[in-house]
């Protein structure tokens, strides 16, 4: 803006005002150069101003929208290393809670499951912790065989043996080359002299 108004300046300076004329049909107007100008650049001024607020108020929605997620995802990040700190510090009820809460908006939503799994387990809330095994399983479908080895680890550990040969059982058909599996089952067996 300050050069076209310099270069203006030296124009009609050097040259005279001018003037302009622009005819379209039958219409004609004429008017001073430097009015012509201004007017050209106001306009551009005024559409370039124009469609910069058109363009905020179409992607106001989008950006809010992608404000709101950022700000669940950290919310989630936050809580699983809360609920984690509290598993870790023996307080299994609250960490039950803090994982739960933002699991299904956090990336890390197996992982949130599987944490309150074992926080509900060690409250022997053994219906809760199947409940979040079976969410940890939906949220990702891919990761069928791992939740299956933590329930199965979890029934061990609280001498749910019966329970745990039959989740082993299963998982072995998911994955019947995994050698942790192999070995999760021959300690189901030797706990049940079998």
């Known amino acids: 803006a300050i050069i076209l108004a310099i270069t ?7 040259f005279g005002s001018g003037y302009v004329i622009l005819s379209f049909a039958d219409v004609s107007i004429e008017t001073s150069f430097i009015f012509a100008v201004g007017v050209v650049t106001l306009s551009f001024f005024f559409f370039f101003y124009a469609i910069r607020a058109l363009a905020f108020i179409i992607l106001m929605p989008l950006y809010l929208r992608f404000r709101k997620k950022k700000r669940h ?3 989630a990040r936050q809580s699983l290393i809360k609920g984690l700190l509290a598993l870790g510090e023996g307080r299994f ?8 809460k933002h699991a299904p908006d956090s990336d890390t939503t197996l992982l949130n499951y599987l944490m309150a799994a074992r926080a509900a387990q060690q409250q022997n809330a053994y219906d809760r912790r199947d409940h979040y095994l079976n969410q940890a399983k939906q949220s990702t479908p891919d990761a069928e065989t791992a939740v299956a080895i933590n329930q199965a ?6 001498k749910q043996y019966a ?10 058909k998911l ?3 995994n050698d942790y599996i192999k070995i999760l089952l021959a300690n189901t067996y030797e706990h049940l002299n079998d």
């Open 8 to 14: 203006i300046w030296v124009v009609t300076y050097r």
């Open 73 to 75: 995802a950290e919310q």
């Open 93 to 100: 009820a609250e960490a039950e809670k803090i994982l739960i």
């Open 153 to 158: 680890e979890l029934q061990i550990a609280h």
């Open 163 to 172: 329970q745990a040969l039959e989740t082993l059982t299963n998982a072995g």
């Open 175 to 177: 994955s019947p080359k």
